[in-house]
């Protein structure tokens, strides 16, 4: 199925530039929830990563009869038992800030050692079709929460997270080099096989 336009199932700014940057070569028309105003807030209120993407993408592509494509992310912290993991939006509540979720965190990691800070970003991508068709992709990306915030860039829990393979958290490295190696990155590319595969059958 060739797709000429796709609405990105988000009002995240970060989100929406993180996944133009990575499919802008594709040929395809991006779209957002900005271009479409009247499309319903979806409550995330599913069990899992999945649950939600799917419902998200479900809707939009339900609403604005294109296809539509939903991330839904985060961070699950073994020390605490995989949390926030689907709560990582709103794990202080509904309207959390970036900064007030990272100040959670450290509070409750502030006596886990190093070692057994360990923790992992999981991403689950939802391609939904108008006529009810869902594909999902699911990507983890494994690290450790540093001891406080390292970093300018990123979004989230970027700033705490510390990526062992580069030595530092993925709010000190550029977009684009996050893109290569982060969850949502690795999901965004098999999306891209998936969708220039599509385009040729």
């Known amino acids: 199925m060739i797709i000429e336009k796709l609405v990105l ?3 995240n700014r970060e989100k929406v530039e993180e996944i133009r940057e990575l ?3 594709l040929g395809i028309e991006l779209l957002s929830l900005k271009d479409f105003p009247d499309v319903p807030e979806v409550a ?3 069990e899992t990563f999945e649950a939600n993407a799917r419902k998200k993408a479900g809707i939009v ?7 539509s494509l939903a991330d839904d992310s985060g961070l699950e912290v073994d020390a605490l038992r995989g949390a926030p993991g689907v709560r990582s939006a709103r794990f202080v509540g509904d309207h959390a800030t970036y900064a007030e979720n990272n100040e959670k965190l450290l509070r409750l990691m502030k006596e886990v050692p190093f070692e057994k800070r360990t923790a992992r970003f999981r991403c689950v991508l939802a391609l939904a079709f108008p006529d009810g068709t869902v594909q999902t992709l699911e990507h983890t990306c494994e690290g450790r929460i540093t001891e406080q915030p390292q970093g300018e860039n990123g979004f989230g829990y970027d700033p705490l997270f ?3 393979e580069l030595g530092k958290t993925f709010a ?3 977009r684009s080099a996050k893109g290569k190696i982060s969850h949502r990155g690795r999901a965004l590319r098999e999306l891209k096989q998936l969708l220039v595969s599509n385009s040729q059958t």
Do not use: K
């Not at 592509?61 to 296809?67: H, I, W």
């Open 9 to 11: 199932a988000t009002r």
């Open 162 to 164: 510390f990526f062992p």
């Open 44 to 46: 995330e209120d599913g």
């Open 61 to 67: 592509a339900q609403c604005t009869g294109l296809p």
């Open 23 to 25: 499919l802008e070569d």
């Open 172 to 174: 000190q490295i550029s």
